[in-house]
């Protein structure tokens, strides 16, 4: 991803600098397996938002951004080989003048040749320290944190979710006020939806299609917008069938889906998220999910 490097001092360029496309686009998609149930199917282009930010990175780390700016020349974040996190810090950084320090999940992989996300990210000015998978679990330890963190750094959560990040996310739900009816949303960490849902209005719906496997993403969202919002907010439920295995896990039954998908609309779709979540919603609309003269609205966070 090209971009142009910044020559300000540490933290001080305004991320709004970076010229967002925002709102994100809002296209349709005739796709007969909704309209003869009477349904509409609109795709929320987040994945145009900025080159090197797209989608859900963008809202997340922008309001983490701007308080970073007010005096820390370091951003510290978290995430696995396959990061999309990861990425996206390291290009905020590169494009905004600050450093990054990434910690990767897995000590074993400092002794190999860094995969192509990761190559990314050292491309773009990352420090990258790889540790333990028992540290990694207490990342969050202040201990822990004070260890890993320069001093002066500013500690960007795991996937970018904290309450900034949902705060953040809340303009996707104002954006798509009296647009849809129900919005699909792939779900990592969470804060995405926390901040989408607390953006709807009343008589909207949104759902979370989580990509990993385990049950443990609700407690992790309600306590988001509590920290947020000062409790749940908005209509949201999650559908956990759809992720496939696992993060960075897919099925033949979900490739299947995805190569058709991408012939009937000519959109590249990026597996890990947002063809779980496009299954998802098209699975529900072929259970009859759905009440006629519904309006679906797709978020796509990313592309391959």
């Known amino acids: 991803m090209d971009g142009v490097t910044s020559d300000n001092p540490p933290g001080t360029m305004d991320p709004a600098a970076l010229r967002p496309l925002l709102?994100?686009?809002?296209?349709?998609?005739a796709d007969e397996r909704f309209t003869r149930r009477g349904l509409r199917l609109l795709l929320k282009r987040d994945d145009l938002i900025h080159p090197d930010l797209p989608g859900n990175k963008w809202r997340k780390?922008?309001?983490?951004?701007?308080?970073?700016a007010a005096g820390a020349d370091?951003?510290?974040?978290?995430?696995?080989?396959y990061s999309n996190h990861l990425r996206a810090?390291?290009?905020?950084?590169?494009?905004?003048g600050f450093r990054t320090v990434g910690v990767v999940r897995g000590e074993e992989l400092a002794d190999r040749p860094l995969n192509w996300s990761l190559a990314r990210c050292a491309a773009d000015g990352m420090e990258l320290r790889f540790v333990d998978r028992g540290t990694y679990r207490r990342k969050a330890e202040p201990e822990v944190v004070a260890a890993l963190a320069p001093e002066g750094s500013f500690v960007v959560p795991e996937g970018g979710s904290n309450a900034a990040a949902a705060r953040g996310c809340e303009a996707l739900g104002h954006e798509l006020r009296g647009v849809a009816d129900v919005v699909g949303v792939a779900c990592g960490t969470?804060?995405?939806?926390?901040?989408?849902?607390?953006g709807l209005t009343g008589g909207q719906r949104a759902i979370g299609f989580p990509v990993l496997k385990g049950g443990f993403l609700g407690e992790e969202i309600l306590r988001l917008q509590q920290e947020a919002f000062g409790g749940r907010r908005g209509d949201w439920t999650l559908d956990d069938r759809f992720h496939g295995g696992?993060?960075?896990?897919?099925?033949?039954?979900?490739?299947?889906?995805?190569a058709d998908f991408e012939s009937r609309h000519d959109l590249p779709l990026e597996r890990l998220y947002v063809a779980k979540m496009?299954?998802?919603?098209?699975?529900?609309?072929?259970e009859g999910a759905f009440a006629p003269g519904t309006t679906l609205a797709a978020v796509v966070t990313g592309m391959p």
């Open 61 to 68: 780390l922008e309001p983490n951004l701007r308080e970073a």
């Open 89 to 96: 810090t390291a290009a905020a950084g590169r494009l905004l």
């Open 23 to 29: 709102p994100s686009p809002l296209e349709e998609a």
């Open 278 to 286: 496009l299954y998802g919603l098209t699975t529900l609309a072929e």
């Open 190 to 198: 969470g804060g995405t939806l926390a901040g989408l849902a607390a």
């Open 246 to 258: 696992g993060y960075a896990k897919t099925s033949p039954e979900l490739e299947s889906f995805a």
């Open 74 to 81: 370091t951003l510290v974040t978290f995430g696995g080989a």
